[in-house]
């Protein structure tokens, strides 16, 4: 293997035959001995996957031939060579499991009805102009957020994508619906259909930020309005975008500043919890058992079919 390299990407447009599509990415990935994650809904397609440099930039040209997934974008990071155990494709009701795939609306163009996209920049200027009014609302598991946010951000009580309608429609956010929101989440495809679903239950001005939190670290590392460390869905977990990062998140038993989760050994459990590296070392690793009131748990990293896969390492450009 040559470099090896990951790469994150989402496109929504129509798909007739989800099934032919899932058969022909499947084959496409296992001929280039690439792994990872892409789930394909009529919706589109979301995915992750990762291997020999060469090989990922012959799956992007492939993949953009198509005519719906041509305008696709691309993220690429730094791999390891080992950041997925198996190549998986599937097909599900929606590549961004919300439980709502009756209220999606998709065109050739994308996500009918969402918020406005936002670059980096862009969420600066619009800061700079409307001041606290602003309001950032994460769009991602609350675990998540954990270990790194945006300053002050809305962090709902949610321990999976699917229980954000019931949180939208909870009431709790109604004063909100008349400032302006700016949705965020890692790499910008859970924003594409919660900020659809925002704007269809009321809240006026909605926006996402483009690229997610990945192309804000991208522009910004931790300079700008981005505190902690990003999670991610696969066998690395988190990813700094520059060197000293805030650690936001608290270790579960004694409650020091960590930003390290660990699967739980027991088999039973596997939760993710997080540990600072003294009590991984007295633990040996099984963490089961009583944890602090509050604290976000999830499962394991390999159980998040549902989520957005996501990438780590010095996050970079690719070409095709």
Known sequence: MTEPKVILYYAFTPLEDPEAIRLWQHTLCDSLGLKGRILISRHGINGTVGGDMKNVKRYVRQTKSYPGFTNMDIKWSDGTGNDFPRLRVR???EIVSFGAPGDLLVDEHGVVGGGDHLQPDELHALVASRGDDVVFFDGRNAFEAAIGRFKNAIVPDVETTRDFVAELDSGKYDALKHRPIVTYCTGGVRCE???ALMKQRGFNEVYQLDGGIVRYGEAYGNRGFWEGSL???DERMV???????AVLGQ????ESPTNRFVNCANLACRAL???CDACVTDTGGAVCGPHHAGAPRAKSAERHDNEQPTLQGPLVRGTD
């Open 273 to 275: 919890t997080l540990l």
């Open 239 to 245: 990813h700094d975008f520059g060197p000293d990062p």
């Open 193 to 195: 259909v919660l900020s």
């Open 91 to 93: 097909v599900r009701d």
């Open 251 to 254: 270790c579960e038993r004694c």
């Open 231 to 233: 999670y991610i869905f």
